[in-house]
T-cell receptor
């Protein structure tokens, strides 16, 4: 099992460009999450999906959209990137026992 | 909304020392998570505990639900334990739902 995979690992964007971060899990988990991690702050929830076909806003959703394409895949889109979105992005999925499994992260730099 | 405080923020220890990291939270819960973030960035769940104590190898986690406090102990610390340790609790309390994360404790173990 690959667990949770994320692509790309690293990306540089110019202000105003768009991009999609991809996430996939092969553990048959219902719940999936997107977090951002910034220096000096804890992980913050951007969006989550409790099950296939549903998505909900987390703590910091502004500037992002998500798609739960199927049970395996949950993507995060930045329509018009801003320097404030420079961060490390983590995708996670959760099992029935409430344990979360994290992807390796995507480092995003917006110039 | 729950609030999570970890202490200390940074910790340097000599190999072999006993380590304690603390976590306190503001809203009553019945499940708390400890996670480890490796220097390379990967995040793994260490424990989820509801009461008492859990042990995994040299790691021991304890929780006092009444005092809203948990500790993570590392016995016979080793340089490979160097990582950021993160505490997380349910956002609105209880035992399930989205998590809110502490800012982490950065541990460095010197040989």
């Amino acid at each position: 099992n690959a667990g949770v995979t994320q692509t790309p690992k690293f990306q540089v964007l110019k202000t105003g460009q768009s991009m999609t971060l991809q996430c996939a899990q092969d553990m048959n988990h219902n719940s999936m999450y997107w977090y951002r991690q910034d220096p000096g702050m804890g992980l913050r929830l951007i969006y989550y999906s409790a099950s296939e076909g549903t998505t909900d806003k987390g703590e910091v959703p502004n500037g992002y959209n998500v798609s739960r394409l199927n049970k395996r895949e949950f993507s995060l889109r930045l329509e018009s990137a801003a320097p404030s979105q420079t961060s490390v992005y983590f995708c996670a999925s959760k099992d029935a026992g409430e344990t979360q499994y994290f992807g390796p992260g995507t480092r995003l730099l917006v110039l | 909304k729950n609030e999570v405080e970890q202490s200390p923020q940074n910790l340097t220890a000599q190999e072999g020392e006993f380590i304690t990291i603390n976590c306190s939270y503001s809203v009553g819960i019945s499940a708390l998570h400890w996670l480890q973030q490796h220097p390379g960035g990967g995040i793994v769940s260490l424990f989820m505990l509801s009461s008492g104590k859990k042990k995994h190898g040299r790691l021991i986690a304890t929780i006092n639900i009444q005092e809203k406090h948990s500790s993570l102990h590392i016995t016979a610390s080793h340089p490979r334990d160097s990582a950021v340790y993160i505490c997380a609790v349910p956002y609105y309390g209880g035992s399930q739902g989205n998590l809110i994360f502490g800012k982490g404790t950065k541990l460095s173990v010197k040989p």
